[in-house]
T-cell receptor, first 113, second 116 residues
Framework: DQQVKQNSPSLSVQEGRISILNCDYT??????FLWYKKYPAEGPTFLIS?????DKNEDGRFTVFLNKSAKHLSLHIVPSQPGDSAVYFC????????????FGQGTRLTINP | DVKVTQSSRYLVKRTGEKVFLECVQD?????MFWYRQDPGLGLRLIYF???????EKGDIPEGYSVSREKKERFSLILESASTNQTSMYLC???????????????FGSGTQLSVL
């Protein structure tokens, strides 16, 4: 069973606009959530994270929102830039699972000039 | 910067061959992981290790084994490669719990394995 789901395989956004990537999870034991970004021929790199005690975390153009009651998180990128074109994975972990991450399927974001 | 190095970028093997994928990290991290990435399935955990000579099964360990004789090196072994093991294999490392954000992994560039 897929405990972390990204239901949109792809997303296309115009440069300068907001990109919103969504992620849903089913395991209520998850208490830490992360977003990773992956370019072709490279490994994923950490982007931003949020603890379950918060509902928002911001880092420059990137903001992650967590809605625990809906078991939903989202990544907002504003303004979107061509260099943001990549595959984005959300991931979750629990204290019980230590640092074992469970990943979603990924969303390919394309920023159009 | 943390560097996680995977020995091969591309690998082509025959069905039934024994395959070794090597991973080395240079930041003295306790934790190391092997994931495979497949389209539509995301990253799935094969095995992980919290310390030298320790290993634990991830979500899809069947057909794989691992070895961690030294802290910096974590090897993934396909005992008898099969076509369904054709995939992108990603190694990662991290600090232990309590020393930083839980789950922040540092990944290598990946090994694209094709089993014919």
């Amino acid at each position: 069973d897929q405990q972390v789901k990204q239901n949109s395989p792809s997303l296309s956004v115009q440069e300068g606009r907001i990109s919103i990537l969504n992620c849903d999870y089913t395991n209520s034991m998850f208490d830490y959530f992360l977003w990773y970004k992956k370019y072709p021929a490279e490994g994923p790199t950490f982007l931003i994270s949020i603890s379950s005690i918060k509902d928002k975390n911001e880092d420059g153009r990137f903001t992650v929102f967590l809605n625990k009651s809906a078991k939903h998180l989202s990544l907002h990128i504003v303004p979107s830039q061509p260099g943001d074109s990549a595959v984005y994975f959300c991931a979750a972990s629990s204290l019980q699972g230590a640092q074992k991450l469970v990943f979603g399927q990924g969303t390919r974001l394309t920023i159009n000039p | 910067d943390v560097k996680v190095t995977q020995s091969s970028r591309y690998l082509v093997k025959r069905t039934g061959e024994k395959v070794f994928l090597e991973c080395v990290q240079d930041m003295d991290h306790e934790n190391m992981f092997w994931y495979r990435q497949d389209p539509g399935l995301g990253l799935r955990l094969i095995y992980f290790s919290y310390d030298v000579k320790m290993k634990e099964k991830g979500d899809i360990p069947e057909g794989y084994s691992v070895s961690r004789e030294k802290k910096e090196r974590f090897s993934l072994i396909l005992e008898s490669a099969s076509t369904n093991q054709t995939s992108m294999y990603l190694c990662a490392s991290s600090l232990p719990s309590g020393t930083g954000p839980s789950g922040k992994l540092f990944f290598g560039s990946g090994t694209q394995l094709s089993v014919l």
